[in-house]
């Protein structure tokens, strides 16, 4: 005599059925349309783009690179695979999709999904520039209201717009632009060298790189 258990059958009609899906990456917590499968087994797609500088930066400025060193997926879901393979770095601007192979419960399921990516905060810094100083030469003028309180990630990009007519006049030439550290010129716009000869050129752009800690005072802009 063969006596069949129902529950060492094997299921008919495996469906799991994920309604939305919750991204948390470092702290934020992003939504993704959900999937249907009747695949235990199945597969993922996670578009991600290394945008942590700004987007108001020029599409040639180079910024800070971002590692992926960790995803999890939330119970009752087991992460069995990823590609690219962890740790996996994506430049600063630039755009891959995570693959995740995942295994579903042994059940049918509907509901819910969550996702981990990097799930820490951002390591921020804390900005007080008191004033904007630009020197040339023996001169030297502090900008009024240009104080500014910033919250930036460690080596992050921002922007600062100035009138150069306060240290320069028309027809003056400029030949490099640099900051006092512990800030960097990443880029400016229009780049140097660059010459004074037109009326909206008094107006420059200047790309800053922040620093990797916190920092209270002058950010003074050298014009050569």
């Not at 919750?22 to 797609?45: C, D, W």
């Not at 942590?52 to 119970?75: A, F, H, R, W």
């Amino acid at each position: 005599m063969q006596i069949k258990l129902p529950f060492l059958s094997k299921k008919k009609g495996y469906k799991v059925t994920i309604t939305n899906i919750s991204l948390r990456f470092m702290g934020a917590v992003h939504g993704i349309p959900g999937i249907t499968s009747e695949k235990q087994v199945f597969y993922l797609n996670i578009p991600f783009q290394n945008k942590m500088g700004s987007n108001l930066l020029p599409s040639d400025l180079k910024g800070p690179s971002m590692t992926i060193k960790e995803i999890k997926v939330g119970l009752p879901f087991k992460l069995l695979d990823t590609s690219p393979q962890l740790p996996a770095e994506v430049p600063f601007m630039g755009k891959t999709v995570f693959r995740l192979k995942v295994e579903g419960p042994s059940v049918n399921y509907e509901g819910p999904m969550s996702i981990t990516m990097n799930d820490e905060p951002a390591d921020n810094i804390g900005l007080n520039i008191r004033s904007i100083v630009i020197s040339k030469g023996n001169k030297r003028v502090a900008l009024e209201n240009s104080s500014m309180r910033l919250s930036l990630q460690k080596g992050q990009i921002f922007k600062t717009e100035l009138q150069m007519y306060n240290i320069l006049q028309y027809n003056d030439k400029i030949s490099r632009i640099k900051v006092t550290p512990p800030f960097t010129v990443e880029s400016t716009d229009p780049m140097a060298p660059t010459t004074l000869d037109k009326k909206d050129s008094y107006i420059m752009k200047i790309y800053v790189k922040a620093p990797d800690s916190n920092y209270t005072g002058d950010l003074e802009i050298i014009v050569e």
